[in-house]
């Protein structure tokens, strides 16, 4: 059993920042590529960033140069720094990790946090 925990969402003025953490627990073995994904009302989930087990990192086109991904693989944490944020940043913001448990190898998924951002 993997659980994946998101905190840090909430309430935000567009031009504000954000942290977002996301914690692993349970039967893990390794954890491979972890991120965080989005889903805003009507819109299908986009990626917004993903960093490997190295600490190499990949961006959603839409928050290059504002958004930076990070992880503590002693912590088992992958946070979510979001800097200069815009309307339509407002999403569930949900985390991913890719994990090898005792028995197998798979894709978690956190429950989401809330993230709104107003003018």
């Known amino acids: 059993q993997v659980q994946l925990v998101e905190s840090g969402g909430g309430l935000v003025q567009a031009g504000g920042s954000l942290r977002l953490s996301c914690a692993a627990s349970?039967?893990?073995?390794?954890?491979?590529?972890m991120g965080w994904y989005r889903q805003a009302p009507g819109k299908q989930r986009e990626l917004v960033a993903t960093v490997t087990s190295d600490g190499l990192s990949r961006y959603g086109d839409s928050v290059k140069g504002r958004f930076t991904i990070s992880r503590d693989n002693a912590k088992k944490m992958v946070d979510l720094q979001m800097n200069s944020l815009k309307l339509e940043d407002t999403a569930v913001y949900f985390c991913q990790a890719n994990i090898r448990t005792w028995i197998r190898r798979d894709d978690f998924w956190g429950q989401g946090t809330q993230v709104t951002v107003s003018s």
């Open positions: 349970g039967t893990i073995q390794t954890i491979f590529d």
